[in-house]
């Protein structure tokens, strides 16, 4: 039998792979072009977005006041307790403005609050 050559062709592609390379980065690049825009899109006009985040600094604002204006009070009514606890005059003070209690003998004359 007789043998039959078959000559080796020489290997090559007819893919550039280089090619597709550029290519798939490309859209890989227009693709996350796309999205971030979406993304910034639905994130500054939605009800989610910013006018959400304005929403919690000012709450966030108003909250630090509110601490502001507790932490003030608890240092008067800190400073209250000492009073009361030093001086039986604070005691009598209290007892007169705040539960309009008198001592015997006394005549009390109470004001309309304003």
Excluded: C, W
């Amino acid at each position: 039998m007789p043998y039959t050559y078959f000559p080796m062709l020489p290997s090559v592609s007819t893919h550039d792979a280089r090619r597709a390379t550029n290519v798939t980065l490309k859209f890989v690049g227009l693709l996350s072009t796309v999205l971030t825009l979406v993304f910034f899109i639905s994130f500054v006009f939605s009800d989610r977005g910013l006018p959400e985040l304005q929403h919690a600094r000012n709450r966030v604002a108003d909250l630090r006041k509110d601490i502001a204006q507790l932490e003030a009070e608890n240092m008067r009514l800190r400073a209250e307790i000492e009073s009361v606890k030093k001086s039986s005059y604070a005691i009598e003070r209290i007892a007169r403005e705040d539960l309009g209690m008198s001592k015997k003998g006394e005549t009390v004359y109470m004001l309309p609050k304003k």
